[in-house]
């Protein structure tokens, strides 16, 4: 056997090491075949045992400075030191963790040894079992022990390389990328269960007994080639020995380019990601990662299986001496190939903007919420640290976080402030049953059209790095929920995430939101309240999670929203669906010369201007830092917010059960919910500990605001007219006396004109009085009666004039139960007396509400039909002293 290769130095004296023997270049190595003792020859990869050696000096003697790349989000990999950096400190921490993936920043390769960096990147596939067996030779210089454990178990040690100085899309790999080192990006749509994967097998000759061992897969089952008994003609027959084989965990990933990157007029492309080892569940369905590996070509076994013409086999037509002609001859289909990514390394896309996760998905105790607050804040640098503290100290600080809000759309401030505490949320808890209370706060935006809804949906889209945009019209339950389908190649049921499920701990904005089909809104019920997905079909029973919150936009059913009709009628929406809204925000398209004056001249700036004219208090990336710090607070309840609480609570509701307010919905306990989600919101925003009865009454005034109370005209009673009625029309009540023209008034007389000019002009009047009735006369004309003249009226609302309506008639329907009468006058008399604390002696005051419940009673009887006279009218009987009861069809507070 031959000596064993010495152990190259690099002699530049990167980082402190002394320099040593000249190593030679990587790529002019040549390789070796050495004999053996069983007469065999095997071929030696010498550049792969300089790859291997150079790694394992890279490990050993690297150091870098603090403010190095960030990791990929690993325990392992976020080693704090003041000086430098080490891969020691992070192997000491694997070994403690029994883990076996070292994970590798490709930049520090780069720094210290430029050949090892270009020799990856140019054969990554070639040498990649020589990095895990540096990484072995290392660990057995450090951890021994740990080493002939990991040997013993047949635990494979593997090299994470990420950090790459570029990231290709989807649609970006070709044939020359294969075996080459890269990066892509792209959004997780399906993922397949965890499974074992072979990588090196053992096998026993069934005829010898040989055992033939470290026998690596190619992507497939891959048996020896001939036993290595040179007695033995065994090709075929070999026994797998799971005992000293090597299994890693696999799992396949199926990635879609980001919409962003979709060329105008093409389809999105997607592609197979294998992950193996500690990879394995670091990605989901709808996450967008950054995957670090090489394109691989592998047979397409499952195109073998597919549906269509069985193999056929015949050789009754080849018996002569010619022998069979070929595969096809043989009724065998072709082997195809496909490519696939093979990923060391998976990271969420905004690590590498450097924005992390805002909606962290692991919801903690009240215990670990300090720690986990300071693990966010360890995440930013030093500066962003101190921008966010000067951000908290700002003055007006939610005002102008809001004006941060989508800073293109002119106006909607009450919008703007939804969709922040939308993107800040409440807090998650959980029971002592175990039940979650959501803190995800839904949105709906109403309105007219060309009033930004869908801008506010875009924003939020290109805002938040979890969230998917959809339209209702274009989308189904399933498209929605999650779909089972079949996979091509296991031929297994398998869920395919819909839009709530890839919108996990995120947002999902729906378009047209009014346009979905009934049953497919019946779909969403469940995720909008309990954020869960139930699936039972094809054998297939499941919850899945769909923790997201939902921005919807929905249009008028006529077009435009019509103020006097309740939201119910202006919008094809359900009464359960409404309920789990948090937030309604009816948006007008109202007419102001000054609004259109202004959101004109905005437009036609950002469409001049741009940038320069869109200048919000806070950047997108700031406000980004920003929410996602304030998301790691947990705001604790303070008894005196708890107390404000029930009592804007009792107000909703107090004005719900009193029937005067026709509102969008009815006041639920979802309502309370709401309220509490929007005080913790406000209290992130402030970066607040506990929530204050500030945040609380502002959650009140936008629920309040959110609340849509329809508009109705108020109630106008007219005074008894001056000019003397019509004897027949005594009793009867003119309602529509305004209904032809403004009242008159007459023009007061100058005090400083003589008298006489006065008899005068009275003389005259006179004169062309007379004239012009002899002229009609003579025409035939009657003489037109003079006009009326019109006393001031009184206006109330409506809900005034309800709520004085139902009080009257509960109180005769009350006497009417108990067999008694009650009359006009009598109902003035039991209304004064309820009010008389309002009263409270003032005269003027008495005689103002007398007035309004005569004038209350009067339209009950005449226009509203819902007071009827039970007495005929006697002789020189006024109709207040006649007897008044309710019409029996009327129902109270049924209005």
């Known amino acids: 056997m031959a000596a064993p290769l010495p152990l190259p130095v690099n002699p530049i004296g990167v980082n402190g090491y002394p320099g040593g023997i000249q190593m030679p270049d990587i790529q002019q190595v040549r390789d070796e075949n050495i004999d053996v003792d069983a007469g065999q020859r095997i071929s030696i990869d010498q550049a792969g045992e300089l790859v291997a050696a150079r790694f394992e000096e890279f490990l050993e003697f690297f150091s870098s400075s603090p403010n190095s790349a960030p990791s990929p989000g690993n325990d392992d990999m976020s080693i704090a030191s003041s000086d430098s950096y080490r891969y020691k400190d992070q ?184 992950v193996r080892g500690e990879v394995v569940e670091k990605a989901k369905a709808g996450d967008k990662c950054i995957f670090t590996g090489f394109m691989a070509v592998v047979p397409d076994s499952g195109g073998l299986s597919r549906a269509g013409e069985a193999a056929q086999t015949s050789r009754g037509a080849f018996n002569n001496a010619e022998g069979v002609r070929g595969l096809k001859a043989l009724g065998v289909r072709e082997l195809t190939y496909k490519t696939c990514f093979v990923s060391s390394s998976v990271l969420p896309a905004e690590v590498r903007s450097g924005l992390g996760n805002m909606r962290p998905e692991d919801h903690r105790g009240d215990e670990g919420q300090a720690s986990k607050a300071h693990e966010v804040a360890m995440e930013f640098s030093p500066e962003e640290r101190e921008e966010i503290r000067a951000m908290k100290s700002t003055s007006d600080l939610y005002n102008k976080l809001v004006n941060s809000i989508a800073p293109s759309v002119f106006g909607h401030q009450e919008v703007k402030r939804g969709v922040l505490l939308m993107l800040l949320g409440g807090v998650h808890k959980t029971t002592q049953e175990g039940i979650k209370l959501r803190g995800d706060i839904n949105v709906c935006i109403v309105g007219d059209p060309s009033v930004a809804k869908s801008q506010f949906l875009k924003y939020v889209h290109a805002f938040l790095p979890r969230a998917v945009y959809t339209s209702g019209k274009a989308s189904s339950a399933a498209g929605l929920t999650a779909s089972v389908m079949r996979d091509n190649e296991t031929g297994e049921y398998v869920v395919e995430a819909g839009a709530l499920m890839l919108a996990d701990n995120g947002i999902c904005c729906i378009d047209e939101f009014d346009k979905m089909d009934p049953g497919d809104q019946v779909a969403i019920h469940e995720a909008m309240e309990q954020q869960t997905i139930s699936i039972t079909k094809a054998g297939i029973q499941a919850t899945l999670n769909a923790r997201a919150s939902i921005l919807a936009a929905a249009n008028p059913v006529y077009g435009r929203y019509d103020r006097g009709k309740t939201l119910k009628a202006n919008v094809n929406l359900s009464a359960p669906i409404l309920s789990r809204f948090d937030l309604f925000f009816v948006v007008l398209d109202e007419m102001d010369d000054l609004n259109d004056f202004r959101i004109a001249n905005h437009i036609i700036d950002v469409h001049c201007r741009r940038e320069t004219q869109v200048k919000p208090p806070f950047t997108t990336a700031q406000l980004q830092r920003y929410i996602r710090f304030a998301r790691s607070l947990n705001p604790t309840i303070t008894p005196e917010s708890q107390e404000r609480l029930v009592e804007c609570y009792r107000m909703l509701r107090q004005g719900d059960s009193l029937g005067s307010n026709r509102t969008a919905y009815r006041i639920t306990v979802r309502q309370l919910e709401s309220m509490v989600r929007l005080s913790e919101a406000l209290a992130r925003l402030h970066c607040d500990d506990e929530v204050k009865p500030a945040y609380v009454s502002e959650a009140f005034r936008l629920l309040k605001q959110s ?83 019109k006393a001031p009226k009184t206006k109330i609302s409506f809900e005034m004039y309800q709520q004085i309506s139902n009080a009257i008639a509960t109180m005769v329907r009350r006497k009417e139960d108990s067999n008694e009468t009650v009359t006009w006058n009598q109902c003035v008399t039991w209304y004064l007396e309820e009010n008389e604390d309002e009263i409270n002696g003032d005269m003027e005051e008495l005689g103002r509400l007398k007035k309004l419940a005569h004038s209350v009673i009067k339209k009950l009887v005449k226009h509203d039909s819902i007071l009827v006279f039970l007495s005929e009218k006697e002789e020189g009987q006024e109709h207040e002293d006649r007897i008044v009861g309710v019409h029996p069809n009327y129902s109270i507070g049924g209005q």
Not at 117 to 142: D, I, T
């Open 707 to 789: 609340i849509i109370h329809v508009d109705t005209e108020d109630v106008t009673f007219e005074e008894d007219e001056v000019a003397a009625v019509d004897e027949d029309r005594t009793g009867e009540y003119d309602a529509e006396a305004t209904a032809n023209g403004e009242d008159q008034e007459a023009e007061p007389m100058d005090v400083d004109e003589a008298p006489s000019a006065a008899a005068e002009n009275q003389d005259q009047d006179k004169e062309n009085a007379q004239a012009l009735n002899t002229d009609m006369a003579a025409e035939g004309t009657s003489t037109p009666a003079p006009k009326k003249k």
């Open 91 to 274: 192997l000491a921490k694997m070994v403690d963790r029994d883990g076996c993936t070292l994970y590798v920043d490709f930049s520090h390769i780069a720094d210290f040894d430029f050949e090892l960096k270009e020799a990856l990147e140019m054969e990554f596939y070639r040498f990649e079992p020589f990095l895990r067996r540096g990484l072995f030779s290392y660990v057995s210089k450090l951890e021994p022990s740990y080493a002939q454990g990991a040997a013993k178990d047949r635990t494979q040690l593997f090299v994470s390389i990420y950090n790459l100085p570029s990231v290709l899309a989807v649609r970006s790999l070709r044939t020359d990328k294969i075996g080459h080192i890269c990066s892509i990006t792209g959004t997780v749509t399906r993922t397949s269960d965890v499974r074992p994967e072979l990588l090196t097998a053992c096998f026993r000759c069934a005829k010898c007994g040989n055992l033939e061992r470290d026998v690596e897969q190619q992507f497939q089952y891959t048996q020896p080639t001939m036993c290595t008994n040179p007695r033995c003609d065994n090709r075929n027959e070999w026994q797998l020995e799971t005992s000293d084989s090597t299994f890693v965990d696999w799992q396949r990933l199926r990635v879609q380019e980001n919409s962003d990157e979709i060329p105008a007029g093409s389809m999105p492309r997607s592609i197979d990601v294998i």
